[in-house]
């Protein structure tokens, strides 16, 4: 596998700026990477907040693979889980810094504005599961 570019210290790319192909989703692996060097290059990742944003780069890579016209791939941040117990003594809850969802694409705008779903409960269809991992 060739390395990454290497990018001079102040490079604009050409594709910055510029959108995709009429009907193109995926995010260019040449996009990532450049993005990548430039947080490498500009963010502190000594931290957890500084690393979340390379971990946000990959999940738009991630996500722009996987989606479709059918099925959106959406990334919710601080999901909050309520607590449950299994059995014995065994329990969850908390906090998942991201949840990845792959439903229906006609959910994604109330995965993403949750606060429209109760003025909308039509467009509910059908009982939805999500597999945690």
């Known amino acids: 596998m060739d390395s990454p570019p290497v990018l001079p210290k102040h490079?604009?790319?050409?594709?910055?700026?510029?959108?995709?192909?009429?009907?193109?989703?995926?995010?260019?692996?040449?996009?990532l990477i450049a993005l990548i060097e430039w947080v490498r290059r500009h963010v502190s990742v000594v931290t957890e907040a500084?690393?979340?944003?390379?971990?946000?780069?990959?999940?738009?890579?991630?996500?722009?693979?996987?989606?479709?016209?059918?099925?959106?791939?959406?990334?919710?941040?601080?999901?909050?889980?309520?607590?449950t117990t299994f059995s014995g003594s065994l329990s969850t809850g908390g906090t998942v810094d991201l949840l990845l969802t792959k439903l229906p694409s006609r959910y994604s705008d109330y995965l993403l504005?949750?606060?429209s779903a109760p003025e909308n409960p039509e467009v509910i269809d059908g009982p939805i599961t999500t597999n945690f991992f």
């Open 113 to 115: 504005d949750p606060t």
């Open 11 to 31: 490079h604009v790319p050409y594709y910055v700026g510029r959108s995709f192909r009429e009907g193109e989703t995926l995010l260019p692996l040449e996009v």
């Open 50 to 83: 500084g690393c979340r944003i390379l971990i946000n780069l990959v999940l738009l890579r991630v996500v722009s693979a996987i989606s479709t016209d059918e099925m959106g791939v959406n990334i919710i941040p601080e999901f909050p889980i309520p607590k």
